[in-house]
């Protein structure tokens, strides 16, 4: 299956072909700032599942687990359509709502659930992470 994310004015694109490799909902503070909402969710992809075009600026910052982060988004409309993260190398993440469809599929993470807004809830079951998630470490707890 591909799926095409875009920026609100379309000229910032990501095409991603087959399933996301991790979808994951992230409450740290740096995610609510750049979604402005309580949390943000990723959808990771090998790099080689996603091809980009058009123009877009880029900002690098550290992340909660101080790790850098490059964010790219579009110079016109401002939205942030992909990153790349430097904690997973070969690792290229989607924002989750680009897509604005509905076949990409639910967060099977919750990550940096010591910053979660304790009125968000998830109605399925999903793996929980009180900072970052690191390939291969387990849940803090499967419970609300």
Known sequence: ?????????????????????IVAACHCT????????????????????VRTEGPSSVY???SDSGRKVEFHFCPKCGS?????????????????????VSSVPQPTLSVWETMRHPWVTFDHALDRFGGQYEPGEG??????
């Open 1 to 21: 299956m591909t799926r095409i994310a875009h920026c609100c004015c379309g000229s910032l694109r990501a095409e991603a072909t087959g399933e996301p490799l």
């Open 30 to 49: 740096e995610c609510q700032r750049r979604s402005g909402s309580p949390f943000g969710v990723s959808t990771c992809f090998s790099q080689g599942q």
């Open 60 to 62: 690098v910052r550290s």
């Open 80 to 100: 942030t359509v992909f990153w790349y993260p430097e904690f997973i190398a070969d690792l290229i993440v989607v924002a989750f709502g680009a897509f604005a």
């Open 139 to 144: 849940a803090v707890t499967a419970a609300e």
